[in-house]
């Protein structure tokens, strides 16, 4: 019965000790995720993802101590991860103070280069990353600085890469989040913008005026053309109308001077006196239609004109007027008065 307590702790701590040696023998890897196995403090060979042996008290697991990571981690993750860097003041090539904030993708292709070649990896990685955005950055002014994102991304990646390569870390994309000027330059580059935006607005509004002037100027041109040519039409036409109307109007006249000289028996010289006594008393009751005073002066021969006073009679009676009131007053041996 004695011995019973003894026995007791001896079996528990032979337990403790079986626990502990299982504990340190057995070892589990999650997927896309490595060990590295030391022993005696040498590199030894790398845990794969599954069940991995090791001799207790012999090999042990190599433990890392990164920037953001928890400190004595063993397991190194193989997948791609990112940093959010902070934002970080840097100097444009026109001396301009601006905020960067930028994230970085990054993943490990070598863990043995990522222990055994560098101290603090992701540290590293984050110093890195902020002198070559200032390199970067110091080789732009500000509006190329601003306008120029996917530039300083493929630079920044190409230097990113380079640097790591021997660190087995494989940078796979660098993105700008934000560029931040100060208040002062903010401002003014509103104000630049805001006047740039009003000269564009300007420029095509005179330009749309310019092309409506244009578009006027042609549709008043083609109206001006088209009215010149209905115009031209028109007066050809009326032309030939009337060449056609004076045509007919000789035509019938020649037939009826013919038809009055054959009356006359062929006589040219009664023809023409008889034509121009005709005309002289058409005139002559054209112009006695009205009741106004007028005075006539005729440059006719007397005896012509007494021998055509019969006409005149049927020419007054016709505009209601009676033949004795006719008074013939000589004025010239060769004109005569007529007051009505």
Request: glycine content about 6%.
């Amino acid at each position: 019965m004695e011995m019973l307590p003894f026995m007791v702790i001896f079996f528990a701590f032979i337990g403790i000790a079986l626990l502990v040696i299982a504990l340190k023998t057995i070892k589990i890897i999650p997927q896309s995720s490595v060990i590295l196995i030391e022993r005696l403090g040498k590199f030894n060979r790398v845990g794969a993802t599954g069940l991995n042996m090791i001799i207790p008290f012999l090999d042990s697991p190599r433990a890392v101590y990164w920037t953001n990571t928890r400190p004595g981690t063993t397991q190194i993750d193989l997948r791609e991860q990112f940093i959010d860097l902070p934002p970080q003041s840097m100097i444009t090539r026109d001396n301009v103070m601006i905020n960067v904030d930028s994230v970085i993708y990054w993943q490990i292709t070598d863990p043995i280069k990522g222990v055994y070649e560098v101290n603090d990896l992701v540290g590293s990685l984050v110093q890195l990353t902020f002198t070559g955005m200032r390199s970067v950055v110091g080789k732009l002014d500000l509006d190329h600085t601003l306008s120029s994102r996917d530039q300083i991304n493929n630079e920044l990646r190409l230097i990113l890469d380079d640097a790591t390569d021997k660190w087995g870390v494989k940078v796979t994309r660098v993105d700008i989040k934000n560029i931040s000027p100060p208040e002062d330059v903010r401002i003014t580059m509103e104000k630049q913008m805001t006047a740039e935006r009003n000269r564009r607005a300007l420029i095509l509004q005179a330009e749309g005026e310019k092309q409506a002037a244009i578009t006027r100027a042609e549709g008043e041109k083609t109206a001006a053309i088209t009215r010149s040519e209905g115009e031209k039409e028109s007066a050809v036409l009326q032309a030939e109308g009337a060449a056609q109307a004076r045509l007919k109007a000789a035509q019938a006249e020649a037939q009826a001077i013919a038809q009055i000289a054959q009356t006359l028996g062929g006589n040219t010289e009664q023809t023409a006196q008889y034509l121009i006594t005709a005309r002289y008393i058409e005139s002559l009751r054209d112009m006695a239609k009205t009741n106004n005073a007028k005075v006539i002066f005729m440059p006719v021969e007397t005896s012509s004109m007494l021998s055509a006073v019969g006409a005149l009679k049927e020419v007054f009676a016709e505009t209601g007027e009676k033949s004795d009131s006719m008074q013939l007053t000589p004025n010239t041996p060769n004109r005569r008065e007529l007051n009505k």
